[in-house]
């Protein structure tokens, strides 16, 4: 497609957008822009060797399956913004149900000590929380009292049964408990009720315990 505008005429061009200020911000050309091209382009052809018919016909062409493209992307987004909502509402749901983190281990180190939190589903008449290390020994025992169904926070000083100081390490925690009833029940570290839903920035925090954490910590739900 020939275009032959004349130096004077590009500078005028060039003039009239730094006057009125036009300028895109993204830095790229949208379908608008393009149309204004083409029409510019066929307002300073050559009359003598003037656009083939064919041509203009697919530029246009192209411009309509561009937009046509844009308004499918537009329609992609919007509806991926709705699932995501969707999604993040439906989590509601879960409240009041179990979510299982997928770990009942803590960390600690020498000398330090370590809080943590154990979900007792039912009454308990009386129970321990046994902590065992990493080839299932018990290195300390403490005791649950008795209370309602809850979750409970215990502290551990990092002391074996003897008292000394146990070895930095990763250490599991699991409790054995008796209902009011004298039913035996165990449970352990790593598994709350979920006490509510909240949605921060995009990302779905539940409420644990204590702690709100991503949905994604969440290994299980029951």
Request: glycine residues 8%.
């Amino acid at each position: 497609m020939a275009i032959n505008a004349t130096n004077s005429t590009s500078s005028n061009i060039t003039q009239a957008t730094n006057t009125t200020g036009v300028t895109n911000p993204n830095g790229q050309l949208k379908k608008n822009d393009f149309l204004k091209l083409l029409l510019v382009q066929l307002q300073y052809q050559d009359p003598t060797a003037p656009t083939d018919t064919e041509k203009i016909l697919t530029q246009t062409s192209q411009l309509a399956t561009l937009e046509s493209s844009n308004n499918t992307q537009k329609s992609l987004d919007k509806l991926a913004a709705s699932l995501g909502n969707a999604q993040q509402f439906s989590t509601i749901a879960a409240i009041g149900k179990t979510a299982d983190l997928g770990s009942d281990s803590i960390t600690i180190d020498k000398g330090k000590s370590s809080t943590f939190e154990v979900y007792f589903p039912q009454d308990v008449q009386n129970g321990s929380v046994v902590i065992t290390d990493s080839n299932g020994a018990t290195v300390k025992t403490l005791d649950v009292g008795t209370n309602p169904a809850g979750v409970y926070q215990f502290t551990w000083n990092g002391n074996d049964t003897a008292g000394n100081a146990v070895s930095a390490g990763i250490y599991h925690v699991n409790a054995t408990y008796s209902n009011p009833n004298g039913k035996k029940l165990t449970t352990r570290l790593g598994a709350y009720p979920i006490e509510s839903v909240k949605f921060d920035k995009g990302n779905t925090l539940v409420k644990v315990g204590s702690n709100y954490v991503p949905l994604d910590n969440i290994k299980e739900v029951y």
